[in-house]
């Protein structure tokens, strides 16, 4: 806990990853292994047996995500839906109910709609930002109210400090997928939600060469849990991978930085288009959630999603013609994405509640030159 009083920058680069006491080494080494050693029977040395339970480096890049949100425990997965899976079956049980986004990421969707629903989970997406339909929707089986902030596609802000005082006025827990703002825009444990959610393969990553999930807990106890069922299930981050994460966390800061001046400039862009209907930021003063996300987010992000004259064959015209925007899945890369939500990431929500608008385009604005990214933006809506 002496490392709590250190800035975000310093925690990134130095939590959990002390110089390697036999070599001096700076970055902490891949231990690409399985077993280890053991002193005897039932004699470990510093406590690793087998890679599934514990490896060094997969601690290294726990021990810093946890430090970054302000948590107990941190846990890195092998993917953000296997930290998702893994949360909901240590809280839940079937017969259980949940409140999620009414535009959640699809993947998280498809999760609850046809993997847990099947096992005896409930759900409902709820407009989060309305208190009352979330009070409404609460029952005496609610055991989570599920956050995205700001969401994905649609880039809906939440209260994060109203909804975790609702949530433990009913005995729930508070979730937080804090993908889309990074530890460094946005502290929700601090504002009392119960665990945090990352699809590290985004901002914390940074640089699309991994696929990665973690899960940080305030308590420490409950941090115990969900190490249980991590290791019970087995879906844990590889050394590899985990040292990969560990490498786009240090730079986490200075790079979302760069996103967000960027999306910036691109939100001016897009507002001054013809062609554009609306623009989705929430760094806009007329954004509905600008004052909140303006209380709870360092900044607004370097995500920005639109909606276009022409209806969905625009839209899908619009990434088709993009040359320096990739038209790709996934976000929160060095390099810029564009792509169509009703088509490719949120294609499992069409025909729910949750489908997203057809004029749709989102978009993952990277560090590139800006006037560059202006310019293929310019050319893609002509």
């Known amino acids: ?10 925690l990134a680069i130095h939590a959990g990853q002390e110089a390697d006491p036999q070599t001096g080494a700076v970055v902490p080494p891949i231990y690409a ?27 290294a890049l726990e021990e810093a995500m946890a430090a970054v949100e ?35 990421y699809g993947g998280t969707y498809r999760l609850f709609a046809k993997v847990h629903e099947r096992w005896g989970l409930h759900y409902d997406p709820v407009a989060l930002d309305n208190m009352n339909a979330v009070g409404a929707a609460i029952t005496p089986k609610t055991k989570i109210i599920w956050v995205e902030t700001p969401t994905n596609p649609l880039l809906g802000i939440s209260d994060i400090a109203a909804l975790a005082e609702l949530a433990h006025d009913c005995g729930a827990l508070l979730v937080v997928d804090n993908t889309f703002a990074s530890p460094y825009l946005q502290q929700p444990l601090a504002l009392g939600a119960d665990i945090v959610v ?16 973690a899960l940080v807990a ?14 019970a299930m087995g879906a844990v981050a590889g050394p590899f991978d985990a040292w990969l994460t560990l490498r786009g966390l240090k730079t986490l800061a200075v790079r979302m930085e760069r996103h967000c001046d960027n999306a910036e400039r691109v939100v001016d862009l897009l507002l001054a288009h ?13 954004h509905p959630g600008h004052e909140v996300a303006a209380k709870q987010m360092r900044r607004f992000g370097g995500m920005v999603s639109f909606r276009v004259a022409g209806g969905e064959a625009e839209a899908v015209e619009i990434c088709n013609r993009a040359k320096l925007f990739t038209l790709g899945e996934s976000l929160g890369g060095v390099e810029s994405l564009i792509e169509h939500p009703g088509r490719m990431t949120h294609a ?6 949750l489908e997203v608008p057809g004029d749709l385009v989102r978009l993952s604005v990277g560090i590139e030159t800006v006037d560059d990214l202006l310019a293929d933006l310019t050319q893609a809506l002509s």
């Open 1 to 10: 806990m002496g490392r709590m009083s250190e800035g975000f920058e310093t």
């Open 33 to 59: 292994v399985s077993t280890y050693k053991q002193d005897g029977v039932g004699g470990l040395r510093s406590g690793y047996e087998y890679s599934r339970s514990a490896n060094p480096t997969r601690t």
């Open 70 to 104: 302000g948590g107990a425990r941190g846990l890195a997965f092998a993917s953000g839906l296997a930290a998702e899976d893994t949360l909901l079956r240590t809280v839940c049980k079937p017969g259980d109910h949940v409140i999620i986004p009414n535009d959640a």
């Open 198 to 213: 990352h699809s590290t393969t985004k901002y914390v990553g940074g640089h699309s060469d991994v696929v990665g999930g």
């Open 218 to 231: 305030r308590d420490p106890e409950l941090g115990e849990q969900l190490a249980y069922h991590q290791n």
């Open 274 to 286: 013809p062609k554009v209907i609306s623009v989705l930021y929430p760094g806009m003063p007329e």
């Open 348 to 353: 499992s929500a069409a025909g729910s509640p």
